[in-house]
């Protein structure tokens, strides 16, 4: 009985042991959540914030979309050739396109982007966080705002401390798929990594490409973290929603919808095509593959084991999405299907005739 008692005193003290290293950060926060990691604890605060007053009460709008778009431009600019060749080749997701935003907004391909940094900017400063870890942070809160989307990571613990990335990094839409794979993949990404990427292009809509359609999204749904943009964008085009064809546009298959010539040529390129297709039909596998390849790009340029892993505090996105699905007005003969191993999935389509996409609203 003693013995017994004992052992099992013995065995309680061991696990407790066993179990404290995983839970010894563990905290409870002083507005009373709780988080892995008490160096968490500002980010709740942040996201508060951040929701109210940036995101419009937690909308998956217009800021939330650019918002995603940041975290792309701020951490793609980063060359391993680069840096191989002698030069700097940019610090990665190091939040230097809002530390030295009047010289990287020079960059054509980041047009449009001074106003989501400039509305992200003092909430950064406000907060004492560092520039690249709100970046990042604000696009997976901006994220978790859009119907039926993956809760993406959030790591913390980027340094402050930043040189300005140099220009042509980034990717633009008059570049042919070859030269985004190319240059993706000195970034450190496949080009199946290229397509996971681009699940991203589901929340989004342009501004610029074509100015006198602002917030042209790319697919009908733009709050909606649905396989969309990879149905549609296989649609045959046959319209010019603006005022006429510009660089980095190709004909849309919807008024009011844009297509962007990258998106066009990266779905019907064969380096690509099949997994473009993959995406409409394995949601549960376009969901992960986002969650995975954001991670990734988030921390670009960082060691993941010198941050902090703050997740928890990213919101559980909630709402649901339809089934992949033609808009009225297609069938299936509008289908221009570029996978030569897989058919492409059945869909039906919603009855009706054509009609009008409408554009994003614009945050004020
Ligand atoms: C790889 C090649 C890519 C190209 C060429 C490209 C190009 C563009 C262009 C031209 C726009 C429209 C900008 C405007 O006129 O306002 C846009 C919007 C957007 N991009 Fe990309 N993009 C790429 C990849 C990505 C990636 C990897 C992400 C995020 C992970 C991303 C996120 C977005 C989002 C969310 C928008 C919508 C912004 C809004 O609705 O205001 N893009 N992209
Ligand atoms: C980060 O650097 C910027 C200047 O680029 C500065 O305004 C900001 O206060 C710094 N933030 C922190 C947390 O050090
Ligand atoms: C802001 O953050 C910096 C860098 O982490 C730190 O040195 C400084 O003490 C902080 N300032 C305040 C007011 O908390
Ligand atoms: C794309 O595929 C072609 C063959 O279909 C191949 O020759 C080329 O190297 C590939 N390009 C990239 C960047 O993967
Ligand atoms: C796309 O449209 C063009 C002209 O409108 C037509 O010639 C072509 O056959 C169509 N292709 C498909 C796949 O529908």
Known sequence: MF?????????????????????SKRAT??????????????????????????????????????SLRLTFH???????????????????????????????????????????????????????????????????VGVSNCNGAPQIAFLAGRSNDSQ????????LPTDSSSAILARVKDAG?????????????????????????????FDSTPSDFDAQFFVETMINGTLVPGNGLHDGEVLSPYPGEFRLQSDFAIAR???????????ISNRANMLARFQQVMKKLSTLGFDQSTLTDCSDVIPVPTGTVRDPFLPAGKSMSDIEAAC??????????DSGPVTTIPAVNLDS
């Open 29 to 66: 926060c002083s507005n009373g959540k709780t988080t892995a990691n008490d160096a968490c604890c500002v980010w709740f605060d942040v996201l508060d914030d951040i929701q109210a007053n940036l995101f419009h009460g937690g909308e998956c709008g217009e800021d939330a979309h650019e």
């Open 74 to 140: 701020d951490a793609i600019a980063f060359s391993p050739s680069l840096t191989a060749s002698g030069q700097f080749g940019g610090g990665g997701a190091d939040g230097s396109i809002m530390a030295h935003t009047a010289d990287e907004i020079g960059d054509p391909a980041n047009l449009g982007l001074d106003d989501i940094i400039e509305a992200q900017r003092p909430f950064a400063i406000k907060h004492n966080v560092s520039f690249g870890d709100f970046i990042q942070f604000a696009g997976a």
């Open 189 to 217: 990404f496949s080009a199946v990594e290229l397509v996971w990427l681009l699940i991203s292009h589901t929340v989004g809509a342009q501004d610029k490409v074509d100015d006198s359609i602002p917030g042209a999204p």
């Open 340 to 349: 030569s191993s897989t058919p492409f999935p059945t869909l039906s389509a």
């Open 164 to 171: 300005p990335a140099p220009h042509g990094l980034i990717p």
């Open 269 to 279: 390129d064969p380096n690509t095509s099949c997994e473009w297709q993959k995406m």
């Open 3 to 23: 013995s017994k008692t004992l052992l099992s005193l013995v065995v309680l003290a061991a696990s407790v042991a066993a179990a404290v290293p995983s839970v």
